[in-house]
């Protein structure tokens, strides 16, 4: 409207409904997600991105489920289970968050939080209670006329959690629910998204722009928009594993959680190109360490760095992995020579002649070499220091049957050999450690 036509509108209202403004969110909602679908839905799922409203999409409709007409009015449900990954997480983020509940709440409906009961009231005498989907039992023996359910692909009891709330939510004429999450390929969002009695939004972070910081999106864009974790995060995918796949989502989601490691021996792995230019295949180059206590089964892995580069020329990848071993003080420089031959040695040589060098050529298919290195994951043995979404796109298209991603997996088999040689080679298992701390 041009600006003449507002300042009209907003003369023509009342004070009290210029103070309402604020509050009606269903006049502010990005309709393709934040409001509710028609239809008689049981579960209401809000798949979104990073940031794209879904929290404030599952205030707005609690709000919607417990105020009445006025403020003292009964609305449609009065008593609510709020469900969380844990505690912390659901008073942190559904009740105090910036589009928590308590924020989302005009003053005269505002609820009041009772920190030793876990509950919120509402001036009505509805209440909301809080649970742990970290602690199941916890549902047993509640009983509810709504629900919301917050982050449901990350809990990690998501069935039992999910079992108990079903058992409660059983007041009113129709208890209904509301999960709000950014989807992972987890089995109980798999199976809800199924049944017939759901309904589903999506959005991308990117919709609910105007209330993100633009060097957010710009950054987060740049570094993972073109990712596995990116389509995840961003887009608010669901992505479904290869059949067959040695990393699955929850083998590389388990590699993430980790702590600080003391390392005894660091290697540089180089999966080079076969060509140059900008159009060739990336070179793999990856950065790992081996804290090596007790029996060889003992042995714990940890992949430090993705320094994989590509267009880049064969002077260009040696000096990359050369730089990459004085920076981490490596213990060996580690590069497949099947395709390059004594090229490969001579380029780095000709960077660095004092570089520990090792030159392994590949007998075997992808898969079957990366199989003992995909059972150490299985193990809990290796863990990455942080978020590599390239290299983890292409962990999750490595399957039994081949590589199921675009190009070739040159990250992936850098980083086959390296822990190869950390952790399986036997000619190099029984080195003397030399302790060190990055």
């Not at 919607?64 to 969380?84: F, I």
């Not at 710009?218 to 596995?228: A, E, F, I, L």
Request: aromatic residues 6%; proline residues 7%; glycine residues 8%.
């Amino acid at each position: 409207m041009p600006p003449d036509k507002v300042e009209a509108f907003l003369n023509s209202l009342s004070p009290n409904a210029i103070l309402s403004l604020p509050w009606l969110f269903e006049h502010w909602a990005l309709a393709g997600h934040q409001l509710p679908p028609a239809g008689d839905w049981t579960t209401w799922i809000v798949l979104g991105g990073r940031g794209a409203g879904k929290t404030r999409a599952g205030s707005e409709w609690i709000r919607q489920q417990v105020e009445g007409v006025r403020p003292e009015d009964p609305g449609a449900c009065s008593r609510v289970a709020l469900v969380g990954e844990t505690l912390d997480q659901a008073r942190e983020v559904m009740i105090f968050g910036e589009s928590g509940i308590l924020k989302c709440s005009p003053p005269d409906r505002r609820p009041e939080w009772n920190a030793g009961r876990k509950q919120l009231s509402w001036p009505n005498g509805a209440t909301a209670q809080i649970f742990s989907a970290s602690d199941p039992e916890s549902l047993r023996g509640p009983q509810f006329d709504c629900a919301w359910c917050d982050e449901l692909a990350k809990w990690r009891k998501s069935h039992e959690a999910w079992d108990m709330l079903q058992f409660g939510l059983r007041l009113g004429k129709w208890p209904r629910q509301i999960v709000t999450t950014t989807p992972r390929n987890n089995p109980l969002l798999r199976d809800l998204l199924e049944e017939p009695s759901t309904v589903t939004t999506h959005a991308p972070t990117s919709a609910n722009r105007m209330h993100l910081a633009a060097s957010f999106l710009d950054t987060v864009t740049r570094k993972y928009g073109n990712s596995r974790l990116g389509r995840q995060e961003l887009e608010g995918q669901l992505l479904l594993d290869h059949s067959g796949a040695l990393w699955p989502s929850e083998l590389l989601d388990q590699a993430k959680k980790l702590q600080e490691t003391e390392l005894d021996r660091i290697v540089i792995a180089v999966d080079p190109p076969v060509s140059s230019g900008p159009n060739s295949d990336e070179c793999g180059i990856v950065v790992a360490g081996v804290a090596r206590r007790g029996a060889p089964q003992d042995w714990r892995a940890e992949v430090i760095l993705d320094g994989s580069i590509g267009g880049a020329s064969p002077q260009a990848w040696a000096c990359r992995a050369v730089e990459l071993f004085h920076r981490y003080r490596a213990d060996r420089l580690i590069a497949e020579v099947n395709q390059g031959g004594d090229l490969v040695s001579t380029l780095i040589r000709q960077v660095d002649a004092t570089v520990a060098f090792r030159a392994v050529r590949a007998s075997q298919g992808k898969s079957a070499r990366a199989e003992p290195i995909a059972a150490l994951y299985e193990q809990r043995r290796v863990r990455h220091r942080e978020q590599f979404p390239e290299l983890e796109d292409q962990m999750s298209a490595m399957t039994l049957a081949g590589y199921k991603g675009r190009g070739s997996p040159d990250r992936v088999d850098a980083l086959v050999w390296a822990l190869t040689d950390l952790m399986i080679d036997p000619a190099f298992a029984h080195k003397t450690p030399r302790i060190r701390r990055l």
